[in-house]
């Protein structure tokens, strides 16, 4: 049975980082590749960051970048998203999501088959 968890979300101030979690469960890691994708009130999910199967080739949202870093622990089964310098507009749910990809190319959010519940991200003063 495939399970993905997230964990990590919490309130923080502007500037600060939260690093999210990931535990995947019931499929190998070196065949999916993985997504971090966030929902805000009121408005469309969109993709942060990917992490490709195979050779885990690195994908950034130009909102993500230079910013987030995505990385995953084989040994762990775990993807985690590292979130440095956090705006008020990081702020939502993000979740994780897993599918059955090659790593030639990057599937589109459709594409996604297990999904997370999701983790709250607050960014407030």
């Known amino acids: 049975q495939v399970q993905l968890v997230e964990s990590g979300g919490g309130l923080v101030q502007p500037g600060g980082s939260l690093r999210l979690s990931c535990s995947a469960s019931?499929?190998?890691?070196?065949?999916?590749?993985i997504g971090w994708f966030r929902q805000a009130p009121g408005k469309e999910r969109e993709g942060v960051s990917y992490?490709?199967?195979?050779?885990?080739?690195?994908y950034y949202a130009d909102s993500a970048k230079g910013r987030f870093t995505i990385s995953r622990d084989m040994f762990k089964h775990t993807v985690y998203l590292e979130m440095n310098t956090l705006k008020p507009e990081d702020t939502a749910v993000y979740y994780c999501?897993?599918?059955?990809?090659?790593?030639?190319?990057?599937?589109?959010?459709?594409?996604?088959?297990?999904w997370g519940q999701g983790t709250q991200v607050t960014v407030s003063s």
């Open positions: 019931g499929f190998d890691l070196r065949y999916y590749t």
């Open positions: 992490i490709s199967s195979g050779s885990g080739r690195k």
């Open positions: 999501a897993a599918t059955y990809w090659d790593e030639a190319t990057w599937p589109e959010t459709y594409d996604y088959d297990y």
